[in-house]
């Protein structure tokens, strides 16, 4: 199996094998093969009777008596925990960092103040008469009470439609609290408690709701107020955004709170003098994973890679300094950095690895930390080992989507409506839309099945959304330029890429941000003349390289609000007959949205194609315009 579709990807792999470098690759195949138990979700770790595993006639039950469907659903809505907790926490900093805005202190500012009092109103915060401080301060302190709330309702669940908001509450799932559904389900799946694997997937539904309707929601908006909220613009991606005669800085992880100061660090006149003393041309910031997409958003930083590229970025030996804070990095790094001049930094006190430098961030002391970081990549310029080697490759994008801005552009003039969208669904012109998201895998060829689901998807006239390591996979393959619609999307596609001049995949942003997408859901429904609620919509979801918990949260909060969801593997359940029934065929009785598990990206395109077929024919729409 190749190991990446990627050009330079696969030039560095080519490198790392010449140096004898391991990568995630390497042992990935070190681990095979890897213990069945555990993938099929029948281990379990839960007491200290066990571990126990379930062996069909040995040993059907563990030492307590809890059986594959208890185990394999334990061990999964632990993981919704894990993911919802990593995005949930995301968000609580981000209201941090409010809030810290709103008392004048520290280096941030609201930056969008009509988001601001947009966020406000959601929470039936009054707004008239007061200014964006007293505003600010009052929308923080309720995002930081949504993540202790004990009883009611996660007021941003409202954002959805009626008939969703009814549904949940019917069945007991509205999230009441962003923690206290997280704190649940580790309650729920400790020995001796839940048993029910029904009963333990309700509540995972729940606790994936607090965080795409409450944590990760919150993340996104604040992050809007605070930093911008994003608006189209061009930039670059690949490794060969790296800039041999430049200061290159890696700014790799998840929160923009610390992206966003060392971006505006790297500006400062007296760090760029320095740089120039030191021989260098200036100051280069680039991201991978997740903060890359936040500051590629908002300000057109170059991205130099996705999650698989983590390790071979810094083999370019052209990164003088990779600064890393939460999620999604690899502690692989720390001993790979030992083979280059690359200074790993880590910043947060929740993400430290043995060995490596500690630069410790705070929101408070902010800039003074960004600087020191861009100080730190500075004075390593000149301790570069020999001439770096870095891949030429790079492409042009066009990225910044929002569930505000996206579809006015369908109507070719800027105006807050989601007619236009809704028209050429209606029309049949589009068949509809999905939301292709999630990680990198080393079991699938990097990028491979991102980029042909999404390929596939165009070509039938389905306008693709993309967040994440996916958005990034596409970027690279330059699926996100607006010229790109003439050579593979369909007639009815294509009309719409030229009259408005967007790529045919929309790049909305990081993980967290997904939480754009169920907004962009709710506002169609909203437009009317596409049903009633969410799982009325020609619309469907896929993670074709998933690897992350998170990434299991995003899954179920979309299935929670109604949306098939394609896997590209299936969740380490499969020794649960009756648990995967439930999520494969079940759950779309109660929700509305169920899983698929596809492996084949373009069967898995053809599957929500098929769906999205099936939401027009249920809405009564005309055949598509061009099929
Ligand atoms: Ni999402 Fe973004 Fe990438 Fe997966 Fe990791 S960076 S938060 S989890 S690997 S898409
Ligand atoms: Fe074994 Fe039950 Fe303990 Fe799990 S909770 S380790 S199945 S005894």
């Known amino acids: 199996m190749e190991r990446s579709v990627d050009r330079a990807s696969q030039e560095m792999l080519d490198r790392a094998k010449q140096a004898e470098r391991q990568t995630v690759w390497d042992r990935f195949e070190q681990q095979d093969p890897q213990c069945k138990f555990g993938s099929e979700g029948l281990c379990c ?100 009470a949504d993540f202790g709330q004990q009883e009611g309702e996660l007021a941003l669940t409202e954002r959805a439609p009626a008939r969703r908001v009814a549904l ?23 020995m001796g408690v839940d048993t029910d694997y029904r009963n333990i997937i309700r509540q995972g539904l729940r606790c994936s709701l607090a965080d795409g309707w409450g944590g990760s929601m919150i993340a996104t908006d604040l992050q809007d107020v605070l930093f911008g909220t994003p608006s189209p613009l061009r930039a670059q991606v690949n490794l060969g955004v790296l800039d041999q005669e430049m200061v290159n800085i890696i700014v790799h992880g998840h929160e923009p709170t610390l992206s966003e100061v060392v971006v505006a660090a790297a500006h400062d006149p007296e ?79 929740k993400a430290k690895i043995p060995g490596v430098e500690h630069v410790e961030f705070s929101e408070e002391r902010a800039m003074e930390v960004g600087k020191e970081i861009v100080r730190r990549a500075v004075e390593n310029f000149d301790q570069r080992e020999g001439a770096p080697f870095i891949p030429k490759e790079k492409m042009d994008l066009v990225g910044g989507f929002t569930a505000e801005s996206v579809f006015n552009f369908l109507g070719g003039t800027y105006r807050s409506t989601y007619r236009p969208l809704n028209d050429a669904i209606m029309d049949g012109r589009l068949r509809g839309a999905a939301g292709v998201v999630g990680c990198n895998h080393p079991a699938i060829t990097h990028d491979w099945a991102h980029i042909e689901m999404a390929k596939e998807l165009i070509k039938n006239d389905v306008l693709v959304v993309t967040t994440g390591c996916s958005a990034i996979a596409d970027a690279k393959a330059g699926l996100l330029r607006p010229e790109v619609a003439f050579e593979l999307a369909g007639k009815g596609l294509q009309e719409i890429c ?21 907004m962009v859901l709710s506002n169609m429904v909203a437009e009317g003349g596409l049903g009633e609620d969410i799982s009325d919509l020609p619309v469907a979801g896929a993670a074709p390289e998933w690897m992350s918990e998170k990434a299991v949260a995003i899954g179920f909060y979309f299935v929670a609000s109604g949306v098939y969801t394609v896997l590209g593997s299936g969740f380490p359940i499969a020794g649960s007959q009756n ?49």
């Open 498 to 518: 030229e009259t408005v001049g967007i790529p045919p995949v929309l790049h909305l942003g990081s993980c967290v941000d997904n939480s754009r997408i169920l």
């Open 45 to 144: 770790r839960v007491c200290h009777m066990g571990p126990c595993r379930i062996i069909d006639k040995k040993s059907p039950a563990g030492v307590c008596g809890a059986d594959a469907d208890t185990i394999a659903a334990r061990n999964l809505a632990r993981m919704i925990a894990a993911g919802a907790a990593a995005h949930s926490d995301h968000g609580r900093d981000v209201a941090h960092a409010l809030l810290l805005a709103a008392g004048g202190g520290g280096d941030y500012k609201v930056q969008d103040p009509l988001k601001l009092r947009q966020v406000a109103r959601d929470y039936g915060i009054a707004v008239d008469g007061a200014d964006d401080a007293q505003v600010a301060k009052a929308v923080a302190e309720r995002a930081l």
């Open 271 to 349: 760090l760029q003098k320095l740089a120039r003393d030191k021989g260098a041309k200036g100051i280069n910031v680039a991201g991978i994973c997740c903060t890359a997409n936040e500051i590629l958003m908002r300000h057109g930083v170059p991205i130099a890679g996705n999650f698989l590229q983590q390790e071979l970025a810094m083999m370019t030996g052209a990164v003088d300094v990779m600064m890393v804070d939460v999620q999604c990095v690899m502690p692989a790094l720390s001993d790979l950095a030992r083979h280059y001049h690359t200074k790993l930094v880590t910043t947060s006190p």
């Open 579 to 627: 648990l995967t029934k439930l999520l494969t065929e079940e759950l779309e009785e109660e929700v509305g949205g169920r899983f698929a598990f596809e492996g084949d990206p373009v069967k898995a395109a053809q599957l929500m194609i098929e769906h999205i077929e099936a939401k027009r024919k249920a809405l009564k729409l005309r055949e598509p315009m061009y099929a």
């Open 168 to 190: 949940w509450r019917k069945l007991g799932i509205t999230p009441r609290g962003i923690d206290r559904e997280v704190v649940e389900i580790m309650h729920r799946t400790t």
